[in-house]
DNA sequence: TCTCCATATTTTGGATCCAATATTGAAAAT
DNA sequence: ATTTTCAATATTGGATCCAAAATATGGAGA
């Protein structure tokens, strides 16, 4: 399917590492709060520490861990408050990116993203939760990234991973399937007809049903 | 003045590296695009390799480095487009944080920019560039902190950051420093007042002018 | 029994050493 | 003369080792 497909190891050890750990994190396998014993990781992941204590500074500076001089680094967890402020950047960086998008969008663009709802229904259908996620987030990627702004993409990309955690939970519920599932088409129709207003709208939508859904996932008092 | 002053050595050797690589490239003395030779670094800084490659981790994670495997780091180099980016997000996420800090100002908030605002004068009218340079920062992050949104303030931060470089040459032209304080002058009004539109507009002003004066400082064709 | 302090153990931060890759330069072949 | 190949060198990536700090343990005193 794809040439440097997902079971191949990156090229040095800390890009390894770094993959295996954001996955670890971003699937809850990692809690949140949970502490990272350096020597147990480096061993279980057969490097030195050296490469993972790199990976963890840049996962620091995405804000999936965090980081005490002498102390250590802990998954990062969420407060409420942490999750909404989240959400509300997304929510001003991703309007930007669709309304760019949507003037630029190329009809390959859009047989694209119609390729990956296709992956996005057949995982709801299936009720397959990992998948259901990885497809949910190459759709909205693949839309972010027709803006023309990496920049703007990474940022958006990095708000995503720090929330995925939370997120994983969100699609156990079938009915929330569904509901992705309608509202990504929605939002296809939308962009088809060049309508920016209602692109947005959709997603907003969405976002403000998921933040919705998550706080009840939430620890108690973080 | 302040109780950890600005000479005090931070407490790991990572922290104090991560510190002045921040200062060498925001002040333009590591020049963009210049290769980062880590030996010879670290000896300049009197500390292994290992701290340093931490430090540049961190960095690489804010944009002001870039980092290909095997062949080692770079300070970043900002294309016109990429500059224009950057400023477009900025232009996104400080109006939210400006119009959250309108409606939670204190007074004491208040009498805090008014300080820092008169270190911005005093520095434009002693034409100390780099003293310029920091009031006016803090002036900013002063208020961006205001709106009680930590994430955000820290993703504005770190745009500041990434444009350091080509921002301190800003501040060579007097015109500029006379302009910055004008501005201000007009913001803390707004804010004084509680106009958060008028607040916005002034600081979409003061970018604009920036990004338009940057625009012939850049490299011909990077 | 509880608290406080000294000590032992664990864990992180940093330095040095070795391996793997990239770059450079020179020699050889066309 | 130009290009290609191959070796020498330089530089990064990673592993191991040591030092410093924090945490856990245990005992003495109130």
Redesign the interface.
């Known amino acids: 399917m794809n040439p440097d497909g997902a079971g191949r190891r990156p090229?040095?050890a800390q890009?390894f590492v770094l993959a295996e750990l954001r996955r670890a994190i971003t699937t809850g396998r990692l809690r949140p709060g949970a502490p990272i014993r350096q020597d147990a990781l480096a061993e279980e992941l057969q490097v030195s520490r050296?490469p993972l204590?790199?990976a963890l500074?840049?996962l620091?500076?995405?804000?999936l861990v965090t980081h005490q001089?002498?102390k250590g680094y802990c998954v990062a967890t969420l407060s409420l408050d942490?999750l909404r402020?989240?959400y509300?950047?997304r929510e001003?960086?991703e309007e930007?990116a669709v309304r760019r998008a949507v003037v630029r969008l190329t009809d390959a663009d859009l047989d694209r993203l119609e390729a990956v709802q296709g992956d996005v229904e057949r995982a709801a259908a299936a009720g397959d939760v990992l998948a259901m996620a990885t497809a949910n987030r190459v759709f909205h990627m693949t839309l972010f990234d027709c803006a023309g702004?990496?920049?703007?993409a990474r940022?958006i990309r990095t708000l995503w991973d720090s929330t995925d955690a939370y997120r994983s939970m969100y699609y156990g519920d079938g009915g929330n399937r569904e509901r992705v599932v309608k509202e990504h088409r929605a939002t296809l129709d939308a962009l088809r007809r060049r309508a920016a207003d209602e692109a947005v709208a959709t997603l907003n939508v969405h976002r403000d049903h998921a933040v919705t859904e998550l706080r009840s996932l939430l620890p108690a008092s973080p």
Chains 1, 2 share one sequence.
Do not use: C, F, S, W
Not at 60 to 63: D, F, K
Not at 149 to 152: D, I, S
């Open positions: 090229p040095t890009q050296v204590r790199e500074k840049t620091e500076g995405e804000g001089a002498h942490d402020e989240v509300r950047i001003l960086l930007e702004m990496p920049r703007l940022l």
